[in-house]
Every structure is written in structure tokens, then in C-alpha cells.
């Protein structure tokens, strides 16, 4: 099972059949196809008419923290 916090406040609770290390990589390379977390987040960023990119989405992954 792994939390990810922004500021203290949960975003996410998962978990995950492979090693935290690979599944948090996931979260931050794949897709909004291939994560619920990249998809929250995306839906999240995104701005009217334009939708957040996977880096605008991996670089605010990237300030969370991840507890397990």
C-alpha cells in the first residue's frame, strides 16, 4: 500500500503487486492510460481547452511525497 501526499493532504492510496520504486516510475513516465494517479493529476492541471502534458504531470508527481 503507498499514500501520495501534496502539502499533507492524500491524493492518492494505492498498491501495488510489483516494488514501490517500479510502480511510483510508472507514475511518473507513463500515460493517463496507463495511470489512475497520472489521470487524476492530469485532470487536475489541465486548463480549458488544453490539456496538461506528461511533463507538467510528472513534474508536479515529482513534489509529492510518496509514503508506504
Sequence with gaps: MHVVLDGGVVIYVGRTRRGLRDRR???????RESSVLHE???????APGNAASAADIAG?????E???
Design 40 to 46: 487524476q493529476v492530469g485532470q487536475l492541471l489541465d
Design 25 to 31: 516510475r510508472q507514475h511518473l513516465t507513463g500515460s
Design 66 to 68: 510518496v509514503r508506504w
Design 60 to 64: 508536479w508527481l515529482g513534489r509529492c
